[in-house]
């Protein structure tokens, strides 16, 4: 029976995170798919509708708009719409929070370092990212400290703290690498 359990949670093990990975795919192809399809399927005639056509003519929007994002003109009616979004109450903090989430993810210049973080009198570590050096435009901050980001393990959450720069040592790791060994809570085995 325990030789069973053990092969049950290694089939899960393997199972799980492929299934979970096409799950998000499958979702957002959906979106796509039914989404822009219902807009082709308005505008030909219904045999000529081909599945798929919804979700190659999406990653196509979605680049014209990246590329129409570099347009001036465009670019003020983003600005727009934006301002309008930024006024209202409870919309503007999930607004700001997404917009950063996914300028995050898109920017090259992702978290500077993979640092551990070492308070001298404590008897611990904490492998995170720096994320901020200069405090000149915000009203907290000391000359000599950096915003370090400490994610929580199996969960899109973490923590921001502030210390002096001498707290971090850089460690020698890719970006991707730390994350994977974070949100694993240390039992990636890659």
Do not use: N
């Not at 219902?38 to 798929?52: C, E, F, K, N, S």
């Not at 640092?115 to 907290?140: A, N, Q």
């Not at 210390?163 to 970006?175: A, G, K, S």
């Amino acid at each position: 029976m325990q030789t069973f359990l053990r092969l049950f949670f290694k089939g899960l093990a393997t199972i799980v995170p492929i299934a979970l990975t096409l799950v998000i795919v499958l979702w957002l192809a959906g979106l796509a798919e039914g989404g822009v399809g219902r807009m082709i399927r308005l505008a030909l005639p219904d045999d000529w509708y081909i599945t798929g056509m919804g979700l190659v003519a999406g990653i196509f929007v979605v680049a014209g708009i990246g590329l129409l994002s570099q347009v001036y003109l465009f670019r003020k009616l983003i600005d727009f719409g934006e301002a309008i979004l930024e006024r209202m109450p409870v919309v503007k903090s999930v607004y700001r929070a997404t917009k950063d989430f996914v300028e995050y993810f898109s920017s090259d210049d992702k978290f500077s370092q993979v640092v551990m973080v070492r308070h001298p009198d404590l008897k611990i570590s904490m492998l995170g990212f720096i994320t901020r050096e200069d405090f000149s435009t915000l009203p907290f901050g000391k000359e000599g400290e950096v915003a370090v980001y400490l994610p929580l393990s199996y969960q899109i959450a973490g923590y921001t703290i502030f210390v002096p720069r001498d707290w971090c040592e850089p460690v020698d790791m890719p970006f991707e690498e730390a994350v994977r060994l974070i949100l694993t809570a240390a039992m990636a085995r890659r």
